[in-house]
């Protein structure tokens, strides 16, 4: 079965700084893909990055960059220039070809002014 | 704009009391998901469907029922045999397996 896990309930940050978001994984799949998602008090869930299994290039969109280390079943994101707005409950998904997510715990991020 | 729209925002549920949630999306998407959250929890999986007018039951499927007559539509009932409905409530859709889930808003569903 697949399962998610994020070791850390809480992190927090200075503005400006880097955050890193632990993530392991456990599939017997090959072919799978990888996300996070940011929820912040809106409570809205948001897409913030993807990954698919296949591919050894670590995602990046803008801020946001994971480190991808499939041996290890591992996808920690990494915040960089952290702001204000990102203080929010991060997840971490899993999706197996043709199942469907699973889910990690979640982090609740604190940014500090 | 595409989206999923999910009413209403807060409700209300008397003891022994069924209701439902609304999800619309009209994004094409085939798959529909409900999603319990709980504080502090992630989110459990209560029903998907993939297809019209089939569902399956999730992790969580007990004191709970759906039903997928059209593409856009995926409501979800709450019944009387769900003893802690109290929750945040997350519907989501998919187009493909490699798609990560667009979310509604969710509806927060408080038993008084």
């Known amino acids: 079965a697949q399962t998610v896990t994020q070791s850390q309930p809480e992190m927090s940050v200075q503005e400006a700084e880097t955050v890193t978001l632990s993530c392991t994984y456990d599939t017997s799949e090959s072919d799978y893909y990888l996300f996070w998602y940011k929820q912040p008090p809106s409570r809205q869930m948001i897409l913030v990055i993807r990954q698919e299994a296949y591919k050894q290039q670590n995602a990046t969109e803008n801020r946001f960059s994971v480190n991808f280390q499939k041996a290890a079943k591992s996808f920690s994101l990494k915040i960089s220039d952290s702001q204000l707005g990102d203080a929010a409950m991060y997840f971490c998904a899993q999706r197996d070809y043709g199942q469907n997510f699973v889910f990690g715990p979640g982090t609740r991020l604190s940014v500090l002014p | 704009d595409g989206g999923i729209t999910q009413s209403p925002k807060y409700l209300f549920r008397k003891e022994g009391q069924n209701v439902t949630l609304s999800c619309e999306q009209n994004l094409n998407h085939d798959a529909m998901y409900w999603y319990r959250q709980d504080p502090g929890q992630g989110l459990r999986l209560i029903y998907y469907?993939?297809?019209?007018?089939?569902?399956q039951k999730g992790d969580i499927a007990e004191g709970y029922s759906v039903s997928r007559e059209k593409k856009e539509s995926f409501p979800l009932t709450v019944t009387s045999a769900q003893k802690n409905p109290t929750a945040f409530y997350l519907c989501?859709?998919?187009?493909?397996?490699?798609?990560?889930?667009?979310f509604g808003s969710g509806t927060r569903l408080t038993v008084v």
């Open positions: 469907s993939q297809i019209v007018n089939d569902f």
């Open positions: 989501a859709s998919s187009m493909g397996t490699g798609d990560g889930y667009t």
